[in-house]
């Protein structure tokens, strides 16, 4: 079992950058698939960014290519979202999430959730 908790959200205007870290408890981070999800108001939660847990395999969403870099630090027990040229259509609560399958995109593959961090762009 891992737990999951989300930081560094908050308000950026439109072009800029923001990081988000997710901290794992316990000692299985580095057993598990990882991903990031963003869920914004009235839509379903979506797919950001997959990551192996070796870090060696990494896929993201057509939206976000170019853009956002996932990373994992196994040692820190840490998952990162770097996120650049931030767009408004990229305002939403963003989750990560362990789960057993290899860069899943679905939410179903996943077990375990962060509470979430809201990310705000601004014109």
């Known amino acids: 079992q891992v737990q999951l908790v989300e930081s560094g959200g908050g308000l950026v205007q439109a072009g800029g950058s923001l990081g988000l870290s997710c901290a794992a408890s316990?000692?299985?981070?580095?057993?598990?698939?990882m991903g990031w999800f963003r869920q914004a108001p009235g839509k379903e939660r979506e797919f950001v960014a997959g990551?192996?847990?070796?870090?060696?395999?990494?896929n993201y969403a057509d939206s976000v290519k170019g853009r956002f870099t996932i990373s994992r630090d196994n040692a820190k027990n840490t998952l990162y979202l770097q996120m650049n040229s931030l767009k408004l259509e990229d305002t939403a609560v963003y989750y990560c999430?362990?789960?057993?399958?290899?860069?899943?995109?679905?939410?179903?593959?996943?077990?375990?959730w962060g509470q979430g961090t809201q990310v705000t762009v601004s014109s």
């Open positions: 999430a362990a789960g057993p399958y290899v860069l899943a995109s679905d939410p179903i593959n996943y077990n375990y």
């Open positions: 316990g000692r299985t981070f580095r057993s598990y698939n």
């Open positions: 990551i192996r847990w070796s870090g060696a395999n990494i």
